[in-house]
């Protein structure tokens, strides 16, 4: 049984940028600059008063965000004359580390603060760093990811139409994937444990078990990437009844999951902190590093699915390493 879970309410200016969104306790304000650049995100709990994520943008002159302020404190950033990266400074005590970034004439990025030197083929493919090497099959699918120091390899196979089917990690445990005929994921198994998907054609709409007991619930916002509420079986019974926890997952300007409160008390129950191109740190509310979220969000950097289980990333139609 899916319950009724309240309305949603979307508010736009005379230009249709979005400027409110409402859900059950969360209200989303929305403000913009003259070039509909994004100055301000702001999720306020109606009820406290209070304000458990926000994002305050400033930009050069070429449109770059060059500020970001948020809960943690104001993290700049700089680029280099083609616009490209190359520094991100973020408040102290985030735990977020000093970022550089150096590129090549094609864009490849050469160092990094995760790796004095990085190395490419001929078709601009990442082949080694500091740490790990790869491998890739003639089609440009990453095969194998080994870690340097310890030599563990994690080996990924693919089908006929370049989707991942298996993943086989260093600890044992491989990994399963199954699609339909739109390429859309239909199914993962690890270890006996079955995950079921069943989506329209963008968004996820709900997960269920191997024996197709619903687990959890999605709503998505209008667009790509916009995921909105999350209401799992918390009771575990195999359905969502009414009266279950209703979590609202609160997004940056980039889309990317910062926080996510429950709907109906404002309660503050994860943090979700990002370096520039997406590795991901989840804090409990006092703090406490998380190895996957405690109430079972899937999205993450830019609105996508994180698998923190197996350590990949899915992109729609597209699931990587």
Do not use: C
Not at 227 to 248: I, S
Not at 263 to 275: A, I, V
Request: glycine share 10%; net charge negative.
């Amino acid at each position: 049984m899916i319950p009724l879970i309240g309305m949603v309410q979307y508010t736009y200016d005379p230009l249709s940028r979005l400027t409110q969104l409402r859900t059950d306790i969360m209200r989303t304000e929305a403000t913009y600059d003259a070039a509909s650049q994004l100055l301000d995100l702001r999720h306020t709990n109606v009820s406290a008063g209070t304000t458990p994520a926000f994002a305050t943008y400033a930009y050069d002159p070429l449109g770059n965000r060059t500020s970001l302020t948020d809960p943690l404190g104001l993290h700049t950033f700089t680029y280099d004359a083609l616009n490209r990266l190359t520094g991100a400074d973020h408040p102290v005590g985030s735990s977020l580390p000093e970022e550089t970034f150096t590129y090549d004439p094609v864009g490849n990025r050469l160092t990094s603060h995760r790796s004095a030197a990085h190395r490419y083929d001929g078709a601009n493919r990442l082949l080694e760093d500091d740490q790990v090497t790869y491998a890739y099959d003639a089609n440009g699918n990453l095969t194998t990811k080994t870690d340097k120091a310890t030599a563990a390899t994690t080996t990924y196979t693919y089908d006929v139409e370049n989707q991942l089917i298996q993943i086989d990690l260093p600890d044992g445990r491989l990994a399963s994937y199954r699609y339909d005929g739109l390429g859309r994921r239909l199914e993962k198994a690890v270890r006996g444990t079955v995950t079921r998907y069943v989506s329209d054609h963008e968004d996820l709409l709900f997960t269920v078990d191997g024996a197709n007991a619903l687990q959890a619930g999605f709503l998505h916002g209008p667009g790509i990437d916009a995921p909105l509420l999350l209401l799992p079986d918390a009771d575990r019974d195999g359905t969502l009844a009414h009266g279950e926890p209703t979590r609202r997952l609160l997004a940056d300007g980039l889309g990317s999951v910062t926080a996510v409160v429950d709907d109906r008390s404002g309660t503050l129950l994860e943090r979700s902190l990002y370096e520039s191109f997406g590795t991901l740190t989840l804090r409990a509310p006092d703090g406490t590093v998380l190895p996957q979220s405690a109430v079972g969000n899937p999205y993450g950097f830019t609105g996508r699915e994180v698998d923190a289980e197996l350590g990949i990333r899915s992109w729609g139609f597209l699931i990587t390493g």
